[in-house]
């Protein structure tokens, strides 16, 4: 016991320690923020630069009223107009095109706006650009284009303009989550799909990484042979376990901290992200993952005789197990699923998945049960059978023993 | 002190180590040899508990070996290594408390050691930053960290400096005075007849010689002798035996174990006066060469 201890702390002090761990632990909260907060912003943010519109009004009676609204409703953030507008005024309409074209390709303007003559009745209007990604700028100039025609429409029918604003206003949409005890959340539509991935991505750092640790660690005594010292002086279970404990617990530290700053940003959210429920289910699917994993990868480490060699294998095995990263939108819209249910009683995938689902609230209580009765019977046949493979390989040089070889190790005792 | 009986070692159908039998003498330094390949490592690797013989027993001091005597043996693996990107000095510490040492006891150990090596200033420094003959002193401060009773090395001589070597051999002479055992396996003869008063050579597995060095330099010696004389070397003429041979002022030959030099320095001396008497001894090389040409020859 006292062995395991000492190589247990040994691992985890390096460990900590290590500037790898501080900046791997710091980097990935910073890069999940940049992915979820840096497109919003830009979306969010007004264009820093005036766009250039050419019009070509067939009617000859929407330019004026055109250019007004545009400039009212759309600013930049030092109170410029966002668009400006040009009113291309040719002899005919196609010479208008012409030119409006001739501008779009030398990129003197950025899109052009076509309003044929017969906007009342056929209701087409076209806007050509070099590029339509930008849908924010479409959506604008169709709002103004829209805008414009309703008061036209209103007008030839001889209602009341400022009436009819008055009763076509747009409803203020606010969107509340009911919540498993019944209680209403109040979060945005974007913030309820984020915090289930980031459940899962916090998750699987914590266990996939400390694996990886784990298997680099043992990867790195049987290349330089410490391990004939550690096994002169420790028998190979207690290294073993001291590793994997001592590195669990660096899984647990790295998921603890990603537990605090979730919780710190609940608070200045004022939103109910991480709940002592949430805490406590991490904990468990932690400890059962981290024990399924950490078995495999420190049998890989003691198979394999290098870095690269562990790694590919490695790779298979993290793919397998960010499936339910890749999965997560599907799982988010449809979470009672069969095949959700199905690929969660898969190990490798469960803790990530019931992270994800309790991240939604959704799991019923028989659908948790069930996973981790599979997970913890697979955790505990991962180390029996981990523990027979590494007393066996440790010492192994030279030649990487077959699949039946290990399974041999396995059965015989 | 510790004890091998008839241990075998199969490795995919060919014998590592085959029917090996020998008795480490307690205080002795005891010198395992053999060739590249003769199976020291893995006898060593046996005694050591981290692979277990298929056949046969090792006993240390009469009782076969169990956890808590590994706290008393050092050990020195062939193939060596350490955490390079560790402090030196908390590296020695980690291996001391695995010895059973407590955090204290080996932090004191390790200062005193790396004194000793003179290696304090890089006490805080990464191993990697040490030259490879400074990493080799400090394996064999883990080695002993924990003042073992036995101590086993596996080629420690290997890609030391002389001068380093000269430290190594000091302590190895230290260690002995101090009453402890050592075992040390080489194929330096140079080293072995130095410091060991025990050998066991293996070839193929195979015990091909064992006992005390000076017996064993006695048993196998095709001692030569060389005699210098002032006279007529006709006088002698007569004591010649087979395989002598005489010159105008020398005479020299081979001597058996049977025979006494005294009695050949008698019968020379009864005839002419003698100026230089030579007794020119094999080297422990030699009957290491010998033995496994011969076991190759067989």
């Given at each position: 016991?006292r ?13 900590i320690?290590s500037k ?7 980097i990935?909260p ?35 009223r055109?250019?007004q ?9 030092d109170?410029?107009?966002k ?17 409006a ?26 806007y050509y650009?070099?590029y339509?990604g ?15 025609l ?9 209602l ?21 005890t ?34 680099r ?21 207690e ?14 530290t ?14 200045y ?5 991480l ?15 981290y ?37 997560s ?27 994800l689902l309790?991240?939604?609230?959704i ?11 599979v ?21 192994m ?13 396995v059965?015989?005792? | ?11 995919n159908?060919?014998?590592?180590v085959d ?17 590249n ?11 050591m508990?981290?692979?277990?013989p ?20 050092g ?10 990107k ?13 010895k ?7 932090a ?14 890089y ?29 086993i ?7 030391l ?38 050998i ?10 064992y006992g005390k ?6 048993h ?5 002798f ?20 005489l ?21 020379v ?22 033995q ?5 020859k067989?």
């Open positions: 016991m062995n395991i201890f000492v190589i247990a702390r040994w691992e985890y002090i390096t460990r320690r790898w761990f501080i900046i791997s632990t710091l990935i910073i890069v999940l923020a940049g992915f979820m907060f840096l497109p919003a912003l830009l979306m969010e943010s007004p264009g820093a630069e005036m766009k250039l519109i050419a019009l070509i009004d067939g009617t000859h009676e929407l330019s004026d055109f250019e609204i545009i400039y009212d409703r759309y600013q930049l953030k109170g410029q107009p668009y400006q507008v040009i009113v291309l005024r040719n002899h005919t309409v196609e010479k208008s095109i012409e030119t074209s001739d501008l779009l390709d030398s990129m003197i303007i950025d899109a052009y706006v076509h309003i044929p003559a017969d906007i009342m009745k056929e209701n087409n209007v076209k650009s070099r339509l930008n849908y924010r700028d479409q959506d604008e100039v169709r709002s103004v284009i829209n805008s414009i309703l008061e036209r429409r209103v007008e030839d029918a001889g009341d303009t400022q009436l009819v604003k008055q009763l076509t206003r747009r409803v203020n949409f606010e969107m509340i989550e009911i919540g498993r019944g209680e209403k959340k109040q979060k945005s539509e974007i913030i309820s799909y984020i915090i289930p991935i980031i459940f899962v991505l916090m998750l699987y750092f914590a266990i996939v990484m400390s694996s990886q640790v784990l298997l660690s043992v990867l790195e005594e049987r290349t330089n042979r410490l391990v004939e010292i550690l096994l002169s002086s420790v028998s190979s279970t290294l073993m376990s001291g590793k994997i404990l001592g590195l669990g617990f660096l899984g647990l790295q998921l603890l901290f990603y537990m605090i700053c979730g919780s710190l940003i609940s608070a959210k004022g939103l109910d992200i709940t002592s429920y949430h805490i406590l289910y991490f904990l468990m699917y932690f400890v059962l993952g024990m399924f994993f950490s078995g495999i990868f420190s049998a890989f480490g003691a198979i394999f005789t290098s870095e690269q060699d562990a790694q590919q294998a490695v790779s298979i095995i993290s793919i397998i197990s960010v499936l339910p990263l890749l999965m939108s599907y799982v988010i819209v449809n979470p009672t699923a069969t095949v959700t249910i199905i690929l969660s009683h898969i190990p490798f995938i469960t803790p990530f998945f019931m992270i309790i991240g939604m609230d799991p019923p209580t028989w659908h948790v049960i069930s996973s981790s009765l997970l913890i019977v697979s955790a505990v046949l991962s180390m029996f059978a981990a523990g027979k493979i590494f007393r066996t390989a440790i010492l040089y030279g030649k990487r023993p077959t699949l039946p070889e290990i399974i041999q190790w059965k015989s005792s | 002190m510790i004890t091998l009986q008839n241990v075998s070692k199969v490795f159908k060919t014998a590592a029917e090996l039998s020998f008795d480490v003498p307690e205080g002795s330094v005891f010198g395992l040899l053999g060739p390949g003769a199976g020291k490592t893995t006898t060593i690797r046996m005694i508990n981290i692979i277990q298929d056949n046969g027993a090792i006993l240390i001091g009469g009782k076969p070996i169990t956890a808590d005597l590994y706290r008393n043996i050990y020195l693996p062939e193939e060596r290594g350490l955490y390079q560790m402090k030196l000095k908390e590296t020695i510490i980690y291996f001391g408390t695995l059973g040492l407590s955090k204290r006891e080996s004191k150990q390790a200062d005193r050691y790396l004194e000793q090596f003179d290696l304090k200033s006490a805080d420094r990464k191993i990697e930053e040490l030259s490879k003959g400074n990493q080799q002193k400090v394996q064999f401060v883990i080695a002993i960290i924990h003042q073992p009773d036995l101590i090395l596996d080629e420690p001589f290997a890609g400096d002389p001068v380093n070597q000269l430290v190594l051999k000091d302590m190895i002479s230290e260690f002995q005075s101090a009453g402890k055992t050592i075992i040390f396996s080489t194929h330096q003869m140079e080293q072995i007849e130095k410091l060991c008063s025990t066991c050579m293996i070839n193929n597995g195979k015990r091909v010689l060095l000076k017996d064993i330099k006695q196998y010696s095709n001692r030569k060389q005699i210098r004389f002032d006279g007529n070397k006709e006088q002698i003429a007569d004591i010649i035996e087979n395989g002598w041979e010159y105008d002022t020398q005479l020299s030959g081979a001597i058996d174990r049977n025979t006494n030099i005294n009695d050949i320095l008698k019968k001396m009864s005839k002419v006066a003698i100026s230089h008497v030579d007794i020119i001894e094999p080297s422990l090389e030699q009957i290491f060469i010998d496994v040409q011969g076991g190759i067989r």
